[in-house]
């Protein structure tokens, strides 16, 4: 693969058309898996956390974090688990949540496999677009195709998921409404018409979906707080974080990492507001799995499609 097959790999990327189905998402991990292959881009071993490595595309520039005990390297191995990640999905549609029970899907889940491939997938994206120059314009657009590649996935078992803005009565105030924005709302059937989506109706859930919690996890825990309250009713509110790892100076190098979980403040919004009906991350944060407070609250994408997301819907 040459410069120019990568400059149309960060063309597609930027293409706001060509995202429109799981399919999509699978070839452009493929395609970057099949660049960092053909290309040999030097592979540097972070110091301070030797399962995270970087790709470096020149002097001074380099990827984000990745996680080799999640991140699938081998083209050819991505492209057989990218089948059987679409196979399960279907089986995930078929059986709800009496999917984890069974047999073949233990061992699916077991290996992670689900994980790895919406890990690898992102965090392929992400690297591409780690070579932008603009780098906020890139970490808007990686963040705009998790959403998207969650949504799909969530749309491939069965549901709908779609972003909504709400008109919420003031209690109180007759004859005032707030607008209020959501990310994404997931119900089971599309039995809602158009002229009533500007409600959250019972079984429904409002969910956040972020590529991590940094700087956006208080405006989760608000939402749940105020939608509960000025709505009169306990609404279900979820958050899915790809990861919270970021790039960090360590002493000469700059192939440290850091966490940008903040588990104090966490903890402390769930005392002062509202628990959040269920966070979940594709790559969780060794804290996440050990703190017996924040397991109980935290758990993984793959917890969240075949348990949680249908116990929340029959709420």
Known sequence: MT?????????RVQDKDAFKNLDDFGDIGAAFLDFIAVS????????????YIFYQYKEGLITRPVNTTLFIEDENLFNSMFTRFM?????IRTHKEKTADRAGAQEYLQKRELNHIVYTVQQSIGCIGDA???SNQARKR????????????VQEVGLTAESRTVRIPIPGFPGYEMPYELDVVFSQNQAVTTSRKSYIHPGEIVGSIKTTSK???DKIFLDKHLLSKLLQR?????AIFLHDVQRAKKGNSIFGINSTFKSNHFLGYTVALQKLDGVYYVDPRPEMLNSARLREQIGDLQQF?????????NY
Do not use: C, Y
Not at 87 to 91: D, K, N, P, S, Y
């Open 234 to 238: 306990d609404i279900p509110v979820v």
């Open 87 to 91: 196979a399960f999905l279907t089986e």
């Open 305 to 313: 499609l075949t348990g949680d997301l249908w116990t929340l819907l």
């Open 132 to 134: 932008f120059m603009l």
């Open 3 to 11: 410069t120019n097959d990568f400059l149309r790999l960060q063309a």
């Open 142 to 153: 990686i963040g705009q195709l998790f959403e998207t590649f969650i949504k799909l996935i």
């Open 215 to 217: 700087d956006r996890i």
């Open 40 to 51: 040999r881009l030097r592979r540097v071993i972070s110091p301070s956390h030797p399962h």
